[in-house]
């Protein structure tokens, strides 16, 4: 049974705790696809104006996520999760078009095996089908074998196989 999680929408005051659980996910992407996860110098930069962008956006999705950990004198907690999502839209020639997209999932590495992504991945669903939203997407590397593991068994069926190759010189 997972533990308990105190999960909430994130604020700018998040941001820096989000940005180490998302470096922390490029660095487990980067020990996977290691050329294809090589970072801009202002990659750190980029992804903080993109989550920013992200938390003014009634379209978009920031949530946090503590076991209940105190840290410092102001109730400030240690963020052990975060997911970033937001509500999205197919084709315009698909009956269902509305979907709700996840974009990433991190839990700090000493945090996991709590159900940390379980329950933000829960509430991201709540919030998604609140809006009506009937499908959910979230794209990750079959050779991710922990990504792998963590969709397929929040029940994520494959419906499309994307692919990357270096492009050749003919």
């Given at each position: ?7 909430r ?23 996977v ?17 993109f ?15 503590s076991?209940g ?5 102001h109730?400030?907690r240690?963020?052990d ?5 937001a ?8 009956v ?6 996840i974009?990433?999932v ?8 709590h159900?940390?992504g ?12 609140k ?27 494959p ?12």
């Amino acid at each position: 049974m997972p533990d308990t999680v105190a999960i909430r929408r994130a604020t700018l005051d998040d941001l820096p705790q989000i940005l180490e659980r998302w470096s922390e996910l490029i660095a487990h992407h980067q020990s996977v696809h290691p050329d294809l996860f090589v970072l801009a110098p202002h990659a750190r930069g980029t992804y903080g104006a993109f989550l920013r962008t992200q938390m003014a956006n009634r379209s978009s999705l920031v949530l946090v996520a503590s076991l209940g950990v105190p840290l410092g004198t102001h109730g400030v907690r240690l963020i052990d999760g975060f997911l970033s999502g937001a509500f999205g839209q197919r084709a315009p020639h698909f009956v269902e078009r509305d979907v709700g997209m996840i974009f990433d999932v991190a839990v700090r590495p000493e945090a996991r095996g709590h159900g940390i992504g379980q329950q933000l991945v829960a509430e991201a669903e709540r919030i998604f089908s609140k809006r009506g939203i009937k499908w959910l997407q979230a794209d990750y590397a079959p050779s991710n074998d922990s990504a792998a593991r963590f969709w397929q068994a929040d029940g994520l069926k494959p419906l499309l196989v994307g692919g990357y190759r270096p492009v050749s010189k003919r």
